[in-house]
């Protein structure tokens, strides 16, 4: 097949699924077209059957916002006419979904090209419950040709929030448990732990619904009882809270800032302990690359969480807020190897056997049959 693919190729965690999903379909022998605005973070150069278009917007004094809806609508039109293309897969659905709409509507006389959404969370939860968004998100669900969900979690809010209709395909965020792997020995560790300290992580990019500070707090109480480092990873608006914080603690020698990096699969196993303080997750896909690396997811019982971890066996859920439990888990999962093990190894074995890309992929696969036919 000829997909065009496009999503937010440098923030956040629907881009990461939408590249590597387009990754995994390359290796399956479709050719893959990511039309965006930049190269999608984690899209090395030179992959095969996978080209990159970008969506240039021209500006003007008169456009005080430059209409990349637009651009990016002509952009899916041009590269769907010059690269025959079987259907554009979008993620996020503001405003990837109505760009496509417009390119399916440009393309009419000459063919059918349909669209599916993939719906990954803020864009429904946050972004498309406001007001000032709500008609065209809802619109835009609506006109799509197939919508599919991340977790039923999140299905179930989107047919709440705006009565939706259509069905939403529920397909799970996955994993490439080849290339997460849990690193039994933790060489790299020794950078970030020279004594030998236990690691902890966090991935995010840092907005206020990912509670990145109390990532800190929690580490705070952790070190009273473990010789502990936290490393930091990502970047966003809360980066400088969560720096200035540390400082104040007294932990700045503790806690490394490492910003974006594009190979976390080389990160996470490295750490003992994934922290993932979340407001609201509709799936929470660290927490699933954490499980595949052996690493003990950490969180709270919010959104499509529970979803991905079992509590009390492949990871923990705790109450949003409550700083004291999620640090007592940690302290538990680091102070007691035999519980580590045994949680670690039950989160790859989930991980593998729920979410692998073996599991996942055939589903979009399929789904773009049905959508085709
Ligand atoms: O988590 C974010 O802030 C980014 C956001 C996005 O849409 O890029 O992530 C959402 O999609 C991820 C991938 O499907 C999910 O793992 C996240 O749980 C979801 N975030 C929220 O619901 C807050």
């Not at 059957?49 to 969506?55: D, P, S, W």
């Not at 200035?244 to 490295?270: A, C, N, Y």
């Amino acid at each position: 097949m000829n997909i065009g693919i496009t999503c937010y190729p440098t923030y956040g965690g629907s881009g990461i699924v939408a590249t590597e999903l387009g990754l995994e379909l390359a290796n399956r022998g479709h050719n893959v077209h990511f039309i965006t605005y930049s190269n999608p973070i984690r899209l090395d150069p030179g992959v095969p059957r996978i080209r990159y278009h970008e969506v240039e917007v021209a500006n003007y004094p008169l456009f005080q916002y430059p209409p990349y809806c637009l651009a990016l609508a002509s952009r899916m039109m041009e590269v769907a006419d010059d690269y025959q293309l079987d259907l554009l897969h979008v993620h996020y659905a503001i405003p990837h979904s109505i760009s496509a709409m417009l390119a399916q509507q440009m393309i009419a006389p000459k063919r059918r090209l349909p669209f599916i959404t993939t719906l990954h969370g803020t864009d429904i939860t946050l972004v498309g419950a406001d007001a000032s968004y709500f008609p065209i998100t809802k619109f835009s669900i609506e006109q799509s040709n197939g919508v599919t969900s991340i977790s039923e979690d999140l299905k179930r809010q989107t047919i709440e929030v705006f009565g939706i209709q259509n069905e939403i395909r529920v397909i799970n965020n996955f994993i490439n448990c080849d290339l997460y792997q849990p690193d039994a020995e933790k060489h790299g560790a020794v950078a970030y732990a020279p004594g030998g300290e236990k690691l902890l992580i966090h991935v995010s990019n840092f907005r206020p619904v990912k509670r990145t500070l109390d990532c800190i707090r929690i580490f705070a109480e952790v070190r009273k009882s473990v010789p502990a480092h936290l490393l930091m990873v990502g970047d966003g608006p809360d980066r400088p809270a969560a720096e200035h914080l540390s400082r104040e603690l007294k932990l700045e020698r503790h806690v490394s800032f490492l910003g974006k990096q594009s190979h976390v699969e080389r990160l996470i196993p490295l750490a003992h302990v994934l922290l993932m303080p979340s407001e609201m997750e509709s799936f929470g896909l660290v927490a699933l690359e954490a499980m595949a690396c052996g690493v003990v997811p950490v969180a709270t019982h919010v959104g499509g969480v529970p979803e991905v971890i079992t509590d009390g066996e492949s990871g923990y859920m705790e109450t949003v807020g409550d700083l004291t439990a999620q640090a007592q888990r940690a302290i538990a999962l680091l102070t007691d190897e035999a519980l580590h093990q045994r949680m670690a190894a039950a989160g790859r074995a989930r991980a593998r056997d729920r979410f692998s890309t073996e599991r996942i992929i055939p589903q979009y696969e399929l789904y773009y049959e049905e959508m085709l036919r």
